[in-house]
């Protein structure tokens, strides 16, 4: 019996240790919300926009072990400078002081959901370098202020490894809190969020220019893979999108096809050929959620250049 007595003082001791230990946290200041984690999964009532526009990765790690205790988030592995935007509309904040999070920022959602943008950019340039910091430009998207309201989709930051991501692929860990409580997974979330090709402020004119991979062609579509998006006047540059979309092309649309001395002659749609690489430019137009999510018939090409490999 003596045994089994002090085993039970044993996890009774350690449970109050841990008790201990998490209040202390709770008082340290740290601005990261490192609660323990609830697998209960409550909804947040809405479908979120997926918060990083471009190629990228999840990892499904919410819960899994780390030295501060069970990760509270989801990393979306993206490239450096990946453009990080508003999972929905709210006010956001910025906080530059924690040394686990380095560069963050606070989406306080309508829904009454709070996100966590965490290991924001911290590089000049497109390697590891350290050599900015939390500033507009750098780590927050520019002309964002502190404070500010945002829309669904609007870029917030970039993407990065600064904190204790320090030279570990760049990546975005998002933790999502409704209510403002306990972390939630955010991976089911992510999975059903709405996709973005690119973002613009609705209303506004916006033109594409893209390359990628001929898919198929015919009765005035053409459908394509995307590897490069260019968007303007919005200043942003995707990089190995993979992402397929079908565009539509009127009779008036230039086609060209480039001849292998880079002279680019007159062509029809009808003679694209699977596989092969394609240049495509879209007709200045207002921007619409439709045009945003990249849904076929939404974007309409004014220009497309064929380039047989």
Known sequence: MTHFRTTARVFLLLALFGLLAGTAAAKSGDPVPWRPVKRAQPKTG???VFPVLGRTQLTNSFGDPRGQGAHEGEDIMAPRKAPAIAAEAGRVKFHTGSSRAGCMLYLYGDSGTQYLYIHLNNDLTMSNDNGGACIQGVAFARGLKDGQRVLAGQPVGF???SGDANGISPHLHFEMHPGGGAAIAPYPHLRLAKRLLFYAAQG???????????????DGQLRVTIGT??????????????????ITVPV?????RSRPDGVAVPASLASAKPGESVSLWTEAAIATADAQAGKAGALIA???LLTSS
């Open 229 to 246: 998006l260019r968007g303007s006047p919005m200043g942003i540059t995707l990089r190995n999108l993979g992402r397929g979309l079908t």
């Open 252 to 256: 008036g649309a230039l086609v060209e």
């Open 302 to 304: 004014e220009r497309v």
């Open 204 to 218: 506004t004119i916006f033109t594409l220019a893209m390359t990628g991979k001929v898919v198929a062609a015919g």
């Open 159 to 161: 993407v990065g490894d």
């Open 46 to 48: 809405k479908q979120i």
